[in-house]
């Protein structure tokens, strides 16, 4: 178990992904931090564990790009190691790619670049275009090497990398077509960098106790419930493990 997990918590990220993170980890082992902080006083080396929960990445960019965005990366290659879930694994890409050809859409660079190569998303094999409402999340499976887990898709990402791109390989995607990396990770000088398009994070525990915006999501959320309960699920220690691996 980490002893030490900052958790970023500003602009953007989503309270429901942010729960949900911190849900998991004793209170004692956690602090929250916000842009400032990181752009001031950077990230200790010996946070175990630096988590950029799901939300929109737009507004992390705004806040972090130049002197943040370095703080994190100094963290990360003395040593650290950035968790990023579904909008903190879009902003730990070099590119994203997200609503290509809509009028949503975002397709920018991003400073962070620990995946040389793009998040793109949302997909639509999974679910419907992405409108923040459960009706446009879903329950997907995921393929490890030695199993296969039910999680929460809600306007993730793949991970299409640019060429001579060094990365591993976690999770795939089952029911996209050539089962594109859903989880992925990448060493960046002394640390690591994980970088998820879905929400793994999201147990049918953490469905349960979020209230959500809108009417019809209620519904939505009782049958995502059921599907999480009966399947296996990933945690943080067993997924640090698995890309800490060789």
């Known amino acids: 178990m980490s002893k030490s997990v900052y958790i970023y918590s500003d602009e953007g990220v989503g309270d429901f992904s942010l729960?949900?993170?911190?849900n998991y980890f004793s209170s004692e082992v956690i602090t929250l931090i916000n842009a400032e902080t990181i752009t001031k006083n950077g990230?200790?080396?010996?946070?175990d564990l630096f988590v950029m929960p799901g939300g929109a990445d737009r507004p992390y960019a705004k806040k972090l790009n130049g002197t943040?965005?370095?703080?994190?990366?100094?963290?990360?290659?003395?040593g650290g190691t950035y968790l990023g879930i579904c909008a903190g694994g879009y902003y730990g890409c070099s590119e994203i790619e997200f609503q290509k050809g809509t009028s949503g859409e975002i397709c920018e660079p991003r400073e962070l670049g620990f995946f040389q190569g793009l998040g793109i998303g949302c997909l639509s094999e999974l679910t419907n275009p992405y409108d923040q409402t459960l009706n446009s999340a879903s329950v997907t499976t995921i393929l490890g090497a030695k199993d296969s887990i039910k999680v929460l898709y809600?306007?993730?990402c793949?991970?299409?990398?640019h060429e001579n791109?060094?990365?591993k390989i976690l999770?795939?995607?089952?029911?996209?077509?050539?089962h594109p990396p859903a989880i992925i990770s990448c060493e960046y000088g002394k640390g690591l960098a994980i970088l998820s398009g879905v929400h793994f994070e999201a147990s049918h525990k953490s469905l349960k106790s979020h209230d959500f915006d809108h009417s019809n999501d209620n519904s939505l959320k009782d049958q995502f419930i059921q599907k999480l309960e009966?399947?296996?699920s990933i945690n943080f220690d067993e997924l640090l493990k698995q890309a800490l691996t060789k």
């Open 19 to 22: 729960n949900a993170v911190k």
């Open 43 to 47: 990230i200790p080396v010996d946070v």
């Open 68 to 78: 943040g965005n370095k703080a994190i990366k100094k963290y990360v290659e003395q």
């Open 154 to 156: 809600w306007g993730g």
């Open 158 to 161: 793949f991970f299409k990398p």
């Open 165 to 167: 791109s060094q990365f």
């Open 171 to 178: 999770y795939q995607y089952e029911e996209v077509k050539d």
């Open 230 to 232: 009966s399947s296996n």
